[in-house]
């Protein structure tokens, strides 16, 4: 990508390209990009639904100097194999074998959205081998929330000819206002793939089919007794304008982790905060990761 308007920051770290890595879990490919020397202590970036690992290529390089970077793609997205079924604990079990595959030290996981779920199940296995755990605009709710209304409509990608014409196809789910061209664009030509006819999405549009409202109550209560049940550091960052993480819902995890684990707030923020406020992204991440390695974990027992 070669784009004159973005800013000098973005050209150097999109400039500072990752290694592209691989390990075979549960029969599948799973491909990940890594910055870093592995003496360090190590950070593993999860990308949310329909989405891959360049959604962090702009902000892995920031830590780079001090740790060894992975960012991840779930099977099903991004260039990792599809599956041909899918479950939020199976991509939780792919994150613990990137971990174990990197031997990461002192290993913080930074999960975005679906990511952030798949990452709770992630600390859940790891218990204390995993030095701390970021939620990044991941909603569990009380369980007297009414399930949201699901309207997914499963069907193969569609093809398209331009390259052009799928990229102006690219479109943030859920839509948010003030997202960075410079960002979008970055992020659009890696969501897509050449095929024999055109141009098309390299995620699987069959993962889908296990988000339902039938399964949706089932899901959360889980969600809910494995956070509460995490031993490792947890941290929660919240867009503070959010459609899908409300602050009741951001009030409810801090009482459901006793009021141990900070929400941390990016002003200006919608759901994909990497996309609209990338920097306040880095500097909120950056300070937390000081104070951990400076303070006494409440969580551990």
């Known amino acids: 990508m070669k784009d004159k308007n973005s800013p000098k920051w973005f050209q150097q770290a999109i400039a500072d390209e990752p290694q592209k890595l691989s390990v075979k879990i549960k029969g599948s490919k799973i491909v990940y990009n890594a910055w870093g020397d592995k003496k360090n202590p190590g950070i593993l970036f999860v ?7 360049d ?7 920031y830590f780079s100097k001090t740790h060894r970077v992975i960012a991840m793609n779930l099977g099903g997205m991004g260039d990792s194999d599809w599956r ?8 939780g079990e792919e994150i613990v074998g990137v971990c ?18 798949c990452s709770v199940l992630a600390a859940s296995i790891m218990k204390k081998e995993l030095y701390g755990l970021v939620i990044v605009d991941t909603a569990i709710m009380p369980p007297t929330n009414t399930p949201p209304k699901f309207d997914l409509k499963i069907r193969a990608n569609n093809v398209y000819k331009n390259l052009s014409e799928i990229k102006e196809r690219f479109r943030l789910v859920p839509s948010q ?19 024999k006819n055109g141009w098309t999405w390299k995620f699987d549009p ?4 296990i988000f339902n409202v039938e399964s949706f109550a089932e899901r959360q209560s889980i969600f809910r007794k494995k956070l509460k049940r995490l031993r490792c550091r947890v941290a ?14 951001a009030k409810y995890m801090h009482e459901l982790m006793d009021k141990k684990s900070p929400i941390i707030n990016i002003p200006e923020a919608h759901h994909h905060i990497m996309v609209d406020q990338p920097l306040a992204l880095v500097a909120a991440l950056r300070s937390l990761i000081i104070d951990w390695d400076h303070s006494k974990p409440s969580k551990a027992q």
């Open 55 to 61: 959604w962090w290529s702009f902000i892995a390089p």
């Open 100 to 117: 174990k595959k990197e031997k990461l030290k002192k290993p913080i996981i930074a999960g975005h959205s679906l990511g952030g779920m």
């Open 236 to 249: 929660i960052f919240r867009g503070e304008k959010s459609v899908i993480f409300p602050g009741r819902s």
């Open 177 to 195: 206002s003030d997202a960075l061209p410079y960002t979008m664009e970055f992020i659009a030509e890696k969501s897509i793939k050449k095929v």
């Open 84 to 91: 041909k079924n899918y479950s939020m604990e199976t991509w």
């Open 47 to 53: 990308h949310g639904g329909m989405a891959h690992a």
């Open 206 to 209: 069959k993962y889908m089919k």
